[in-house]
């Protein structure tokens, strides 16, 4: 069945480092993946979408990668910071992985 | 505020009681969503409308029942659940599917529905 996942439910980094997330999907090709931030009690934020014949893209500083070789979209925050602490999403065209917790220590 | 504005923000209900979520936007978009989010789950896509017509009921119960009067407003009719439909339900909108214009959902905050 085609899947979309984030293995990591959690990741802890330090102050200004850079923070990388993974979205691996299966058994099918996605033509664009989103990525979301969502605080506790809120609704997500979409932050990104790249699609399947870009590489990479930016905003900010946020850096999102697209692989189809590997099958698997990595998410970048470089310079991380407490205020970044959240939990990540992707998403293809409405199918979202479980998302990685992402905890930033001063 | 994103612009999608659902109400109740909070709400708790028995299981044989009826109520409604209300989901409202005024960002001009055409497509409106319910998607359940319960604890360590994924989101999952519950309906799905554009220009007011349902165009994919992902499998619900019919204790779930949408309707879709406009664009801007979207209401999600609750009736005999059970405490296992306890979860978060989010309201989003989008101009057509992402993949046309780069811009993602635009969610709500949500409404916290626990059923006792």
């Known amino acids: 069945s085609q899947k979309i996942e984030q293995n990591s439910e959690a990741l802890n980094i330090q102050e200004g480092k850079t923070a990388t997330l993974t979205c691996n999907y299966t058994?099918?090709?996605?033509?664009?993946l989103q990525w979301y931030r969502q605080d506790p009690g809120r609704g997500p934020v979409f932050l990104l979408l790249?699609?399947?014949?870009?590489k990479e893209k930016r905003k900010e500083r946020l850096k999102v990668t697209f692989d189809t070789t590997l099958k698997q979209s990595l998410f970048h925050i470089t310079a991380s910071q407490p205020a970044d602490s959240a939990t990540y999403l992707c998403?293809?065209?409405?199918?979202f992985g479980a998302g990685t917790r992402l905890t930033v220590k001063p | 505020e994103t612009g999608v504005t659902q109400t109740p923000r909070h709400l708790v209900m028995g299981m044989t009681n009826k109520k409604s979520l209300k989901c409202e936007q005024h960002?001009?978009?055409?497509?409106m969503y319910w998607y359940k989010q319960s604890a360590k789950k994924p989101l999952e896509l519950m309906f799905v409308?554009?220009?007011?017509?349902?165009?994919e009921n992902n499998s619900v119960p019919s204790r779930f029942s949408p309707e879709c009067p406009n664009s801007s407003h979207l209401f999600l009719h609750l009736h005999t659940l059970q405490p296992e439909d306890s979860a978060l339900y989010l309201c989003?909108?989008?101009?057509?599917?992402?993949?046309?214009?780069?811009?993602?959902?635009?969610f709500g905050s949500g409404t916290r529905l626990t059923v006792v």
């Open positions: 998403a293809d065209d409405m199918r």
């Open positions: 989003a909108s989008s101009q057509d599917r992402p993949g046309h214009n780069n811009y993602g959902y635009t």
């Open positions: 409308y554009n220009f007011k017509e349902q165009t």
């Open positions: 058994n099918y090709s996605p033509a664009y």
């Open positions: 960002l001009g978009h055409n497509a």
């Open positions: 790249i699609r399947e014949n870009e």
